[in-house]
């Protein structure tokens, strides 16, 4: 293979640079968002604690919408990069299930990730703007792969047949969404038994053994 020439090299140093910025742009974003709030992610903020200028978190993104689908896209690499080094494609599909519903409500109050998605959530609906459709997307994504799990325990016949794969997932998913809102609403409270319990019912629920009674 023919060595790399300078000008290909300076462009892939050029696109790395620009990668690592909008990262940075990014996970600043969710500091400021998750410890002061919606309203004080402004451009001259999140370049501030990035360590950049506001003029490139406005280069980067144009706008609050395009920051915030950036800031969505961004907290679904990392969950696609979690399933994937926490093996659930290789799990029954109903302990990956449980899994992913422990893992969320474990990392809810650890990460400034999960604690800026959903206040973003709530002032984009309370807002009534267009990024409620980012959002439907986003949660959209979780219910597709969500339901298609459950179409599997179906096949490997660990998950009842009678249930509808598409509103077991958004059970599912709409468990978490009104837990982590409530997190938000009360952080205080202790999300361990409401975690045991979460599962508990969904085992109860789904599973075509649930424990005696």
Same mark, same amino acid.
Request: charged share 25%.
């Given at each position: 293979m023919?060595? !790399?020439?300078s000008s290909t090299a300076a462009r892939r140093t050029q696109a790395e640079r620009r990668d690592e910025s909008e990262r940075l742009l990014v996970e600043a974003t969710? =500091?400021? *968002?998750?410890?002061q709030g919606v309203s004080a992610a402004t451009f001259d903020e999140v370049g501030r604690q990035a360590g950049y200028s506001r003029g490139l =978190?406005?280069? %980067?993104?144009g706008s609050k919408q395009g920051l915030t689908e950036a800031v969505i896209d961004y907290l679904h690499q990392k969950r696609d990069a979690w399933l994937e080094h926490a093996h659930l494609a290789e799990m029954p599909a109903l302990e990956a299930i449980f899994h992913y519903v422990e893992s969320?409500?474990?990392d809810l109050g650890r990460e400034h990730g999960g604690r =800026?998605?959903?206040? !973003?959530l709530a002032a984009a609906v309370a807002d009534a703007t267009a990024l409620r459709e980012a959002f439907a =997307?986003?949660?959209? %994504? *979780?219910r597709v792969w969500l339901r298609a799990l459950l179409e599997r325990g179906q %096949?490997?016949?660990?998950i009842r047949a009678d249930i509808d794969p598409d509103a077991g997932a958004l059970m599912i998913g709409s468990l978490l969404l009104g837990l982590s809102i409530q997190w938000l609403v009360d952080p205080a409270m202790d999300l361990d038994p409401i975690r045991v319990t979460s599962v508990a019912t969904l085992r109860q629920s789904f599973s075509t053994h649930p424990p005696a009674g």
């Open positions: 023919p060595p !790399l020439s969710l =500091a400021v *968002v998750s410890e =978190a406005t280069q %980067r993104f969320h409500l474990k =800026a998605y959903f206040m !973003l =997307a986003s949660h959209e %994504r *979780v %096949r490997e016949g660990d």
